[in-house]
């Protein structure tokens, strides 16, 4: 393999956890979020943002096209989910998920013509709640119980469609 690219935290910082599609990046170091885009062999930084608490888990899965207007965030401390907007990091929502539950991994989904944006906690929830993509609100949430160890969630591709 090659190496086509290749970015580094400023003040050494220790990347934490990133999310990324076939364009954008978002990379986390504690509670600063970097926001890249990837062109031509060259990625740029684009904007950042300082989150309250450290961040726990990210997602920049697009809901239409190839292309996120929106990123996912979850913080450790307050175990809340926060709705960004992309290329900003404006918050647009912030969502308490758990009373005494971490997220553990984030997910932006779409089903039909519908959003949700899912969270796994570290309990073995999964928690869902319908998005709306442009103002970022976060409604209609639902839990259940998959397991007893934290939820990790990932995209693939199944028969042209986006699965979980």
């Known amino acids: 393999y090659d190496l086509l690219f290749e970015w580094t935290p400023p003040n050494d910082g220790v990347i934490s956890v990133c999310a990324a599609n076939t364009v954008q990046l978002c990379v986390a170091v504690a509670a600063n979020l970097y926001y890249l885009t990837m062109s031509h062999r060259n990625l740029h930084l684009v904007s950042t943002a300082t989150m309250p608490q450290e961040i726990a888990c990210i997602d920049v899965?697009?809901?239409?096209?190839d292309h996120a207007d929106n990123c996912l965030v979850g913080l450790w401390v307050d175990m809340s989910l926060r709705v960004l907007r992309l290329p900003s990091l404006a918050e647009l929502h912030k969502e308490i998920?758990?009373?005494?539950?971490?997220?553990?991994?984030?997910?932006?989904l779409a089903c039909g013509d519908m959003a949700f944006a899912l969270c796994g906690?570290?309990?073995?929830?999964?928690?869902?709640?319908?998005l709306a993509p442009v103002s970022g609100a976060l409604t209609t949430s639902k839990r259940v119980q998959l397991g007893t160890q934290p939820l990790s969630m990932s995209v693939f591709q199944s028969s042209g469609a986006r699965s979980v």
């Open 61 to 65: 899965t697009p809901i239409v096209g």
């Open 121 to 130: 906690l570290g309990d073995g929830s999964l928690v869902t709640y319908s």
């Open 97 to 108: 998920v758990s009373s005494d539950t971490i997220p553990r991994s984030a997910q932006l």
